[in-house]
T-cell receptor, first 113, second 114 residues
Framework: DAKTTQPPSMDCAEGRAANLPCNHS???????VYWYRQIHSQGPQYIIH???NNETNEMASLIITEDRKSSTLILPHATLRDTAVYYC??????????????FGKGTKLTVNP | DADVTQTPRNRITKTGKRIMLECSQT?????MYWYRQDPGLGLRLIYY???????NKGEISDGYSVSRQAQAKFSLSLESAIPNQTALYFC?????????????FGPGTRLTVL
């Protein structure tokens, strides 16, 4: 699996956009970018995923660079409940033997009042 | 995710004891996973199963075994627990039919081995 690099921590003011970067310079052509988050020792929660195009859902937006070597997760209006560790993961979905998410240390996002 | 449950939620045991952690899901998913998490680190995959007859080792399977008793149940066993197996354990599920690897996690089991 390709490795990802994320800053260990970030701060964001409540109500502002949180932009979390991720580098995945060795990503393969068929690997997707996934984002999960983990709130204080709870089970991780899926946020969003993408392959090439930018994606948006009710939780966040995912911006993937054209060369796919990096991406940014955007929480448009961060709230205190968004304080969590955010994991950027690259993975090939639904292939035998490749069905696994490799979690790094992630980015600890703290949303401040 | 309330559709994925783990029992027990907390367990303290002694070195050498056999421990079983259980995971049940009502999501109807065919794939199930066991992870462990150590303080300050990400999750590491122990075992995973694509269906009832399929068991696969993950990154750190030594010292663990699993049983997929039914589509909805996936148990993790520590045959002889040791202190460095003290960790937070998560079960997860995913659905082959969704076509992408969105996993749904249980609330976790905090295991302490003395």
């Amino acid at each position: 699996d390709a490795k990802t690099t994320q800053p260990p921590s970030m701060d964001c003011a409540e109500g502002r956009a949180a932009n979390l970067p991720c580098n995945h310079s060795t990503i393969s052509g068929n690997e997707y970018v996934y984002w999960y988050r983990q709130i204080h020792s709870q089970g991780p929660q899926y946020i969003i995923h993408g392959l090439k195009n930018n994606e948006t859902n009710e939780m966040a937006s995912l911006i993937i660079t054209e060369d796919r070597k990096s991406s940014t997760l955007i929480l448009p209006h961060a709230t205190l409940r968004d304080t969590a560790v955010y994991y950027c993961i690259v993975s090939v979905p639904s292939e035998g033997g490749s069905e696994k998410l490799v979690f790094g240390k992630g980015t600890k996002l703290t949303v401040n009042p | 995710d309330a559709d994925v449950t783990q029992t027990p939620r907390n367990r303290i045991t002694k070195t050498g004891k056999r421990i079983m952690l259980e995971c049940s899901q009502t999501k109807g998913h065919d794939r199930m996973y066991w992870y462990r998490q150590d303080p300050g680190l990400g999750l590491r995959l122990i075992y995973y199963s694509f269906d009832v007859k399929d068991i696969n080792k993950g990154e750190i399977s030594d010292g663990y075994s699993v049983s997929r008793q039914a589509q909805a149940k996936f148990s993790l066993s520590l045959e002889s627990a040791i202190p460095n197996q003290t960790a937070l354990y998560f079960c997860a599920t995913s659905d082959l039919g969704r076509g992408h690897n969105e996993q749904f996690f249980g609330p976790g089991t905090r295991l302490t081995v003395l």
